[in-house]
């Protein structure tokens, strides 16, 4: 009975150390956070490094206590696959406590989502006079004209006018569900309309099928949006 007592208490204090862990690695995203960065890629550098560095005791813990549980320290490339634990588990804390930042860690959100626009609005800016006439004329031309349509779309993107955007990208839905770069200039027209929730759910949609983080950004950027109309 005693032994029992023993098992059950380490359990129960390993358990309230992980969700310790878990509590002070989202403080310290959220401080790095805070502090000036540019892009997606500056977060990894300036961020996982930084809190693999102040939290290197616990965090080994931890990870000593997932390798033990995968076996992972007959592997000849314990290291290496110990540190790739590491990273996995920051990028879960980071992936999964992104409302919180949006809502609480400096100018986050802010920047995030001045770095989205200006990274795929870029895509949509040019639409040369005339452009719309000619894939209209070459829609009507040819059987396979896919590109022709979406082409088109971009262009009325550019040119602001969502509805028209929007009826050309519906169309190619339509006939493709799979057509996974309309759906998400779908996604882009919601989003510029305000319908943040329905374009949230595209960008989860496109993130599940390709992984893609930026797709798991724009997903939790236009949730948030959402949540304070």
Not at 196 to 223: C, D, H, M, P, W
């Amino acid at each position: 009975m005693k032994l029992f007592i023993f098992m059950l208490s380490r359990f129960i204090s390993i358990s309230s150390f992980s969700q310790t862990l878990d509590d002070k690695v989202k403080d310290s995203f959220c401080e790095c956070l805070t502090l000036a960065f540019e892009t997606e890629e500056s977060i990894s550098v300036k961020c996982f490094e930084s809190i693999l560095s102040k939290h290197e005791v616990e965090i080994e813990a931890f990870l000593l206590k997932k390798a033990k549980e995968k076996n992972l320290k007959e592997s000849p490339n314990f290291e290496e696959e110990a540190y790739q634990l590491g990273y996995n588990y920051l990028g879960k804390i980071f992936d999964d406590n992104q409302q919180y930042y949006f809502a609480n860690c400096g100018k986050y959100f802010q920047k995030i989502s001045a770095a989205r626009t200006k990274g795929f609005g870029n895509l949509f800016k040019v639409c040369e006079p005339g452009q719309v006439e000619k894939l209209t004329k070459y829609i009507g031309e040819f059987e396979y004209n896919t590109i022709f349509i979406r082409d088109r779309g971009k262009c009325y993107l550019a040119k602001e006018q969502y509805k028209l955007a929007m009826k050309d990208f519906d169309h190619l839905i339509a006939e493709d569900a799979t057509d996974y770069e309309s759906l998400f200039l779908k996604a882009w027209v919601l989003e510029k309309t305000k319908r943040y929730n329905e374009a949230s759910e595209i960008y989860f949609q496109l993130y599940n099928v390709t992984n893609e983080s930026r797709l798991k950004i724009s997903g939790e950027v236009t949730k948030f949006m959402g949540s304070q109309k």
